[in-house]
Nanobody
Framework: QVQLVESGGGLVQPGGSLRLACAAS????????VGWFRQAPGEERDGVSC????????HYVDSVKGRFTISRDGAQNTVYLQMNSLKPEDTAIYYC?????????????????WGQGTQVTVSS
């Protein structure tokens, strides 16, 4: 069964850190571009970061550059999003998505596998 499962969300104070994980089952995630997206209430689902197939490149939106880092662990078949210096405006449901042989950046309509999302809340 092909599946992506996000984890690692939670409540954190401004300035804090979280590490999100996107674990794949049923396929080798290393062959896929993996994107992280987020959606706040009443907003569109927007791209945050992406790592290309075989990790040849990575991409970040300007609002998270220098604060977020995307990485891949092939042995765990997992992609991580390390989020530091979190701000209240980072609050959203975070989703990961995968596309075979993808090269970042990619529009969200290109992805064919999606996880169920994990809530990140940044608040004092």
């Amino acid at each position: 069964q092909v599946q992506l499962v996000e984890s690692g969300g939670g409540l954190v104070q401004p300035g804090g850190s979280l590490r999100l994980a996107c674990a794949a089952s049923g396929f080798a995630l290393d062959l896929y571009a993996v994107g992280w997206f987020r959606q706040a209430p009443g907003e569109e689902r927007d791209g945050v970061s992406c790592i290309s197939s075989k990790s040849v490149s990575a991409h970040y939106v300007d609002s998270v550059k220098g604060r977020f880092t995307i990485s891949r662990d092939g042995a765990q078949n997992t992609v991580y999003l390390q989020m530091n210096s979190l701000k209240p405006e980072d609050t959203a449901i975070y989703y990961c998505a995968a596309l075979m042989w993808g090269i970042c950046p990619l529009p969200k309509d290109e992805y064919n596998y999606w996880g169920q999302g994990t809530q990140v809340t940044v608040s004092s």
